[in-house]
């Protein structure tokens, strides 16, 4: 009679740990593809603002270069400080590059861990 008791508890046991496996599995899967998902549709708007932004960017960079130009009378010196103004801030982003790894970092860990 214990034994049987004993046998059981432990097969309902082996029951209980087969399912929590499997809710375990099943619960990292939908994690995964929730964090994927946020993190294709984040990329996807990136790249989106990111191209329209780039886009107004180089119009209004062509429309100071000819302003200049015309101030100077002639369309190459304005052409050459708008260049230089784009060098000046590759060069200072690019001395600034370690302090945009920490907000970075907190914001894809806030995503990562937190969710949306």
Same mark, same amino acid.
């Given at each position: 009679?214990?034994?049987?008791?004993?046998?059981?508890?432990?097969?309902?046991?082996?029951?209980?740990?087969?399912?929590?496996?499997?809710?375990? $599995?099943?619960?990292?899967? #939908?994690?995964?593809?929730? +964090?994927?998902?946020?993190?294709?549709?984040? /990329?996807? &708007?990136? @790249? =989106?603002?990111?191209?329209?932004?780039?886009l107004a960017?180089?119009?209004?960079?062509?429309?100071?270069?000819?302003?200049?130009?015309?101030?100077?009378?002639?369309?190459?010196?304005?052409?050459?400080? $708008?260049?230089?103004?784009? #060098?000046?801030?590759?060069? +200072?982003?690019?001395?600034?590059?370690?302090? /945009?790894? &920490?907000? @970075? =970092?907190q914001l894809?860990?806030?995503?990562?861990?937190?969710?949306?």
């Open positions: 009679m214990a034994f049987e008791g004993l046998r059981q508890n432990i097969s309902e046991l082996d029951e209980n740990v087969s399912s929590y496996v499997e809710h375990s $599995i099943e619960y990292a899967k #939908l994690k995964s593809f929730k +964090i994927s998902m946020v993190l294709v549709t984040y /990329l996807a &708007k990136v @790249l =989106l603002v990111g191209t329209i932004v780039i960017l180089i119009f209004l960079s062509l429309a100071a270069s000819f302003a200049l130009g015309y101030a100077m009378d002639n369309t190459i010196y304005g052409f050459a400080i $708008i260049g230089f103004l784009y #060098l000046l801030f590759a060069i +200072i982003g690019y001395l600034f590059r370690d302090r /945009l790894n &920490k907000p @970075l =970092l894809f860990s806030k995503y990562f861990f937190e969710g949306p």
